[in-house]
């Protein structure tokens, strides 16, 4: 009798290393559209002159194990459009992670982008994203990213599944800066 067996099982799913496409089966994806982001931008006027359709970012995600065991990883991706509202470029909504000690990766696939960390000092920096770029968030950091380039941005991203989203504390005290173009130039403005 066969005491043990193995075999070859193909992987059910793929990436696009130019676009962070992601293919295969249990994809969450969302789009988040100019409307859904009341008050994320400063220029709150800005945004209401704009189409509420607008496409903003949309985010692909495999959770396999769901949202509540320990240990376990999850993956997706991001391609944010470009754009501005005012003088403030299209940028993810931000967050902490609802589990504070949770990091995440961020690998930059296409488009430049700027990732925006904040501790919980509210101390603020940012990252500069291109294709090959990989970024590290530290637990207890808030995290979003904005589009500074004039192509869609794409990344992907890995982070523990049970980490959660906290977009409370963003909505009520906000980044304590925002990636704004400066004389033509993305420039990191005190909020
Ligand atoms: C990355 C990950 C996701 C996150 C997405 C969009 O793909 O960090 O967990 O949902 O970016 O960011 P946000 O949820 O802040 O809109
Ligand atoms: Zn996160």
Redesign the pocket.
């Known amino acids: 009798m066969k005491q043990s067996s193995s075999s070859e099982a193909s992987a059910t799913m793929r990436v696009d290393y130019t676009s962070a496409q992601i293919t295969g089966r249990d994809l969450l994806e969302r789009t988040?559209r100019i409307g859904d982001l009341q008050a994320v931008f400063a220029d709150e006027e800005a945004r209401l002159e704009l189409p509420p359709e607008t496409p903003v970012?949309r985010?692909q995600?495999h959770i396999p194990a769901g949202e509540a065991v320990a240990g376990a990883l999850s993956f997706?991706?991001?391609v944010i459009e470009p754009g501005r509202v005012g003088d403030e470029y299209y940028m993810?909504?931000?967050?902490f992670h609802a589990k504070r000690d949770r990091g995440?990766y961020?690998l930059g696939v296409s488009g430049v982008g700027a990732l925006i960390l904040m501790d919980e000092g509210r101390r603020t920096c940012w990252e500069r994203m291109e294709p090959g770029t990989v970024h590290y968030v530290p637990g207890h950091t808030a995290?979003?990213?904005a589009n500074i380039g004039s192509e869609p941005v794409s990344?992907i991203?890995f982070?523990s599944s049970d980490a959660g989203?906290d977009?409370a504390t963003i909505a009520s005290q906000g980044f304590s800066a925002r990636m704004r173009e400066v004389e033509g130039e993305p420039t990191l403005v005190p909020a």
Request: overall charge positive; cysteine-free; glycine content about 10%.
């Open positions: 988040t970012y985010v995600a997706g991706n991001t993810t909504r931000g967050h995440e961020y995290h979003r990213v990344f991203a982070w989203h977009y």
